[in-house]
């Protein structure tokens, strides 16, 4: 695996988003044009607390010898976070500063450092380079969905 361009995809992950979103108007933050999924505020909110998480995870594994880490249930954390209460602009805010900081953290990192491991209780041993991959797809992920809401909310104002 080539990290400095995973590195790079991760540390532009906030900018991503926030290009995904520009222009949404609060309606169309809470909107759910696709039935059955999440609002696009929704989306952001998971994306910012999954954030914290994998930052909290990725952190363990440089600082920690083979530490150990739980899961979360996305759907326990949109009902008990009050992800329609939420800010949009906060929550983009949260994934900048996460990303920003744990980027400075993964550029001071020797190559070796990244197969420090962590024990998920679930998925069992992974590494850091593996936990770095999980959350930047996790982000591109997500922004295809809102670009999709994006396309049918267009369409619904024609």
């Keep these: 695996m080539v990290l400095n361009p995973l590195i790079e995809e991760y540390a532009a992950g ?12 609060e309606a169309q933050f ?5 039935p059955g999924k999440w609002s ?18 990725m952190k363990r594994v440089i600082a920690e010898d083979e530490p150990t880490f739980f899961g979360g249930d996305p759907d ?11 800010d949009a602009e906060e929550e983009l805010q949260v994934v900048e500063a996460v990303r920003a900081q744990v980027t400075r953290i993964l550029r001071t990192l ?5 197969q420090r491991i962590g024990n998920h209780h679930e998925d069992g041993p992974l ?11 996790h982000l591109q992920h997500h922004v295809r969905f ?9 369409g619904m104002q024609r």
């Design 30 to 34: 809470d909107a759910v044009p696709i």
């Design 40 to 57: 696009t505020r929704q989306v952001l909110c998971h994306i910012a607390d999954f954030e914290l998480v994998y930052a909290d995870r």
């Design 127 to 137: 590494t850091l380079a593996a936990l770095l991959e999980k959350i930047a797809g």
């Design 146 to 154: 809102i670009e999709e809401k994006r396309v049918v909310l267009e």
């Design 14 to 25: 906030g900018a991503v988003l926030r290009r995904a979103v520009a222009g949404f108007s």
């Design 76 to 86: 326990q954390f949109a009902a008990g976070l009050a992800y329609d209460q939420r």
């Design 110 to 114: 020797d190559v070796a450092d990244f």
